[in-house]
């Protein structure tokens, strides 16, 4: 997916079409590497959730039952293409609260969530 992310006219469509699905809904939850930055960059909260690369490679592996030091050097060849290509490089929104999930479960994680939206607690 990176290869067709760089792409510049393939970057606005998507970004255009995301933006109007946006919009009919209303307020929704959204999820991927530029909303917060690129998409919706005025989002009442923005989260960038990030994990430890052994935690990020352990858990991609067991979704899709692959080697895991194979799916670590895929990881960092997609977060460093993506960091550093010309349109929209991934980084965190200035305003995002920072969620490291690295020892949590998902149901710990939306747990998080759901209270950071509730404005309950920081990260």
Aim: glycine fraction near 4%; aromatic fraction near 2%.
């Amino acid at each position: 997916m990176s290869a067709v992310a760089a792409v510049p006219w393939v970057r606005q469509l998507l970004v255009a079409q995301q933006r109007k699905l946006i919009a009919e809904a209303g307020r929704m939850v959204v999820e991927g590497r530029d909303i917060g930055t690129v998409v919706a960059p005025d989002a009442d909260l923005k989260v960038y959730l990030t994990a430890s690369a052994d935690a990020r490679a352990r858990r991609r592996s067991a979704e899709n039952a692959s080697d895991v030091a194979a799916t670590a050097a895929d990881l960092h060849r997609r977060d460093q293409l993506d960091s550093t290509r010309a349109t929209d490089p991934l980084q965190q929104a200035d305003d995002a609260v920072v969620l490291d999930t690295t020892g949590l479960g998902i149901d710990e994680v939306v747990s998080r969530l759901r209270a950071l939206l509730d404005g309950r607690v920081q990260a």
